[in-house]
């Protein structure tokens, strides 16, 4: 192929703003916040303090388009990454041991309304893992380094259909998750690398926990 013919994903170009990654992880925060203490193992604010705190450090080092050869910038966003989903991770266990061993409640909307922030923050999260490790991260996939996907997305097998400057941004990945958490399988999006696909099979399963018993205890609950 000649440079024109390239599609952007397999050359270099620029980085994408900051600003649609720094958003999801804002929401992210916001939505621990309403979760009852009983939900947290640690104290509700610590992890959310941390996260913010790293964010708003990686925001004052570079407020405007992610940075190709910056390995402080990289280190900093995959602990932001770790620190929410592991703050996700203890909220997630905390409600399925109270479901299982009845201390829940008997408060159907503020089950449905816990669950339902649990599911949308693990969107968030595994998102930002598909966005930190495609192709080596945000940097490396602008630098076109990698030749091959870890996630195929329509574009890549029919880059007739897409503009000649089309390439995954977050928002893509955010779609990505979505779409798994919500078919608890692949879409148009498909996983190529073993680690992508048992990262999207934990997460189906993680969705598929959440919804059931929810659900389940809602219903009877509301019996």
Do not use: C
Request: charged share 15%.
């Amino acid at each position: 192929m000649t440079e024109p013919e390239t599609p952007a994903w397999q050359r270099e170009t620029q980085t994408e703003q900051r600003w649609a990654v720094a958003g999801a992880i804002a929401v992210a925060l916001a939505l621990q916040l309403p979760l009852p203490q009983t939900m947290t193992f640690l104290p509700w604010w610590l992890l959310p303090s941390l996260t913010f705190a790293l964010m708003v450090a990686l925001l004052i080092a570079n407020p405007g388009r992610i940075s190709k050869h910056s390995a402080a910038e990289r280190r900093i966003g995959l602990v932001v990454a770790l620190l929410v989903s592991a703050a996700n991770a203890l909220n997630g266990v905390q409600l399925v041991r109270h479901i299982l061993d009845g201390t829940i409640g008997d408060n159907a909307l503020e089950l449905l309304t816990t669950g339902a922030d649990i599911y949308v923050t693990n969107v968030i999260v595994f998102a930002l893992w598909y966005w930190e490790f495609d192709r080596g991260g945000p940097g490396l996939r602008a630098m076109g380094a990698r030749e091959f996907p870890d996630f195929l997305f329509p574009q890549m097998s029919s880059p007739e259909l897409a503009p000649k400057d089309w390439e995954p941004w977050y928002v893509d990945y955010l779609y990505l998750s979505f779409t798994n958490a919500t078919a608890f399988s692949p879409t148009d999006v498909l996983p190529m690398r073993p680690w992508a696909k048992l990262a999207m099979m934990a997460q189906s399963m993680v969705s598929l926990v959440i919804v059931v018993l929810v659900v389940a205890r809602a219903v009877n609950v509301l019996r």
